[in-house]
């Protein structure tokens, strides 16, 4: 025979009770979960995604056949918007918080952005110089023609004369050895290749 749960006892798991199924009933729905929000996207490690997904890989869809999807999604990420929208393009992307965060640029909802590589450019490098030495023989020069050819002793002498103030040489005359080959180079972080899923069924998001 069942006895009854004192009355100091019944209060108490009255109150568990209720702050259980509040706590159940209030708590949302998931991305990846078996009822997501509607166009919540979520990452999977396999090469699929679960049903009520789809790959968030811009694919173009029909607004007659999801309407609901299209009231959230706009023409945001494509589509003309009387017949068709696309979703979100994730592919070798990351996503960024659209707004103007502190000392950030704006990024408007759907704005892309960015590149694999870089290239430098001479406007791109830290002003700086080279030196270059210009470098004559010792030996009696035996040709008066500059092409291919070095300064030289001559075989006589006083050819310069100290009755003038001294002058710079044209720098046409030396060259510096160029360098580099300007290759494009990866401005990727470390990365791991994930499949971007996104619901196309689910619970409406309420806003509040």
Known sequence: MNQP????????????ALGLGLMIAAAPAQACSA????????????????????????????????????????????????VTFALPDLRGRV?????????????????????????????????????????????????DSPAGAVSAKLARSNVYSSAGPDTNMSASAITVGSAGNGQPFSIRDPYLGLR?????????PSRN
């Open 5 to 16: 749960l004192p009355s100091s006892l019944v209060r108490p798991l009255q109150s568990l």
């Open 35 to 82: 009822e997501p929000l509607l166009g919540s996207i979520c990452l999977v490690p396999y090469n699929f995604c679960p049903r009520g997904f789809a790959d968030a890989s811009g694919q173009i869809l029909s607004i007659a056949q999801n309407t609901a999807l299209f009231s959230l999604l706009g023409t945001t990420y494509g589509g003309d918007g009387r």
């Open 95 to 143: 996503p960024l918080g659209s707004g103007t965060g502190p000392g950030l640029g704006p990024i408007d909802l759907g704005q892309v952005g960015g590149q694999e590589t870089a290239q430098l450019t001479v406007a791109q490098m830290p002003a700086h110089s080279h030196g270059a030495q210009l470098r004559g023989s010792s030996a009696a020069g035996n040709t």
């Open 196 to 204: 971007y899923c996104i619901a196309i069924e689910g619970i409406f």
